[in-house]
Each structure stands twice: as structure tokens, then as C-alpha cells.
């Protein structure tokens, strides 16, 4: 099992539309949770943290369900600008500092 | 400058060569990462630093040697690397390590390395 699988994508979806993305994660003890996005040919940049309460940043809204060991993003009315890839980041303490990235879930947003 | 800054942005080395990739950061940080973005795989991590100091070497080949000479610079020497080794080599850097809080990482944009 990996250690952080996303949804396999990708996702098309017309402007306006909602759209959401799992990650689930193995390692019980992991400490923080993030969804990063990266655009084609660019670095990876935040998009937010999540924290347990879940949080909201706009359109985005981030969950994290530690006894299922799971995190969501929501995305409301899509806009084109949200094509992306979007990773999902645990980190943990366990074993050694690790950060692990999940694959990406690859999001179409079209007129 | 702003951010984290990588030099080479581009570089093609024969098997035999032996080259450094640097990075830089203006942000102020006492982390900073190296991953490797190979296609259709994720984000592996390679190193980290924190202050200076190695904290982290996720298994990674001798033939990759990192080095730290202050907070706000990363290198990363190459020799005999192997076709496989190409890939796109981010840099990150991130207030503190993120053991105990959330610390974003900041991204530099990638040297895209080819071994031929």
C-alpha cells in the first residue's frame, strides 16, 4: 500500500461545477496535512493546510478525518484557472523525518 | 531576488560528468529539501537540512551528494549519475522543519536534468 494515494484523475469538469478530491494516508502518526498545486512545467505551491477542524479558504475547503485517515479538498463553482494537478502532502516524525507526497489528482476545468 | 532560486534551470550530462546543481533562498529559512519530480511519479525526497545540518537521506545514492554551506544556500553534486536519474531536481525551503507545526514549503522552479 502507499503511504499517500490520491484519487487517479483526471477530472474534467465545466466551469461552475464542484468538484472534490480524496487522499488517504497509512501512517497512523502523521502530523500535518497539506494540499499543494502544481501547474504544468511549474514547482508544487500551497494551497492550504489542513487542520483537524477542517478550514475553509474561499471556494476551497479542506477536511481531515485522522480515524479514517483521510483528507479532502472541495472546490466550489470551478473556475479555468483551477486546472491543475493537485498533490496531497503528509508529513510525520516516525522512522525519521518524512515528507510524502501523493501521485496528484489532474483537474480539467473547461468553458 | 525573491523566494528560492535554482540554477541550472536546464542541464544535459553524460554519464561520466560531474556537475553541481545550487539553490538559493531569501526567505530567511532554517529547512531546505531536495526532491527529485521524476515523470508520472511523485515528489520523492531526497534531503533535508536543517540548519545546516543533515537531517534526512531518504536511501538515496552515493552518486548524489548534497551539501549545506549556510542556511541560505543547497547544492546538489552529481557524478556517474545513470539515465534513470533524469528527472526535474525542486528545491524547497520552509521556516522550521515541520515536525511539531505546519511549515509551508517554498518551492524554487526546478533544474531540469537529462543523463544521457
Known amino acids: 500500500r502507499k503511504e499517500v494515494e490520491q484519487d487517479p484523475g483526471p477530472f474534467n469538469v465545466p466551469e461552475g461545477a464542484t468538484v472534490a478530491f480524496n487522499c488517504t494516508y497509512s501512517n497512523s502518526a502523521s502530523q500535518s496535512f497539506f494540499w499543494y498545486r502544481q501547474d504544468c512545467r511549474k514547482e508544487p505551491k500551497l494551497l492550504m493546510s489542513v487542520y483537524s477542524s477542517g478550514n475553509e479558504d474561499g471556494r476551497f475547503t479542506a477536511q481531515l478525518n485522522r480515524a479514517s485517515q483521510y483528507i479532502s479538498l472541495l472546490i466550489r463553482d470551478s473556475k479555468l484557472s483551477d486546472s491543475a494537478t493537485y498533490l496531497c502532502?503528509?508529513?510525520?516524525?516516525?522512522?525519521?523525518?518524512?515528507?510524502?507526497f501523493g501521485a496528484g489528482t489532474r483537474l480539467f476545468v473547461k468553458a | 531576488e525573491t523566494g528560492v532560486t535554482q540554477t541550472p534551470r536546464h542541464l544535459v550530462m553524460g554519464m561520466t560528468n560531474k556537475k553541481s546543481l545550487k539553490c538559493e533562498q531569501h526567505l530567511g529559512h532554517n529547512a531546505m529539501y531536495w526532491y527529485k519530480q521524476s515523470a508520472k511519479k511523485p515528489l520523492e525526497l531526497m534531503f533535508v537540512y536543517s540548519l545546516e545540518e543533515r537531517v534526512e537521506n531518504n536511501s538515496v545514492p552515493s552518486r548524489f551528494s548534497p551539501e549545506c554551506p549556510n542556511s541560505s544556500h543547497l547544492f546538489l553534486h552529481l557524478h556517474t549519475l545513470q539515465p534513470e536519474d533524469s528527472a526535474l531536481y525542486l528545491c524547497a525551503s520552509s521556516q522550521d522543519l515541520p515536525q511539531s507545526s505546519y511549515n509551508e514549503q517554498f518551492f524554487g522552479p526546478g533544474t531540469r536534468l537529462t543523463v544521457l
Open positions: 502532502v503528509v508529513t510525520s516524525n516516525t522512522g525519521g523525518f518524512k515528507t510524502i
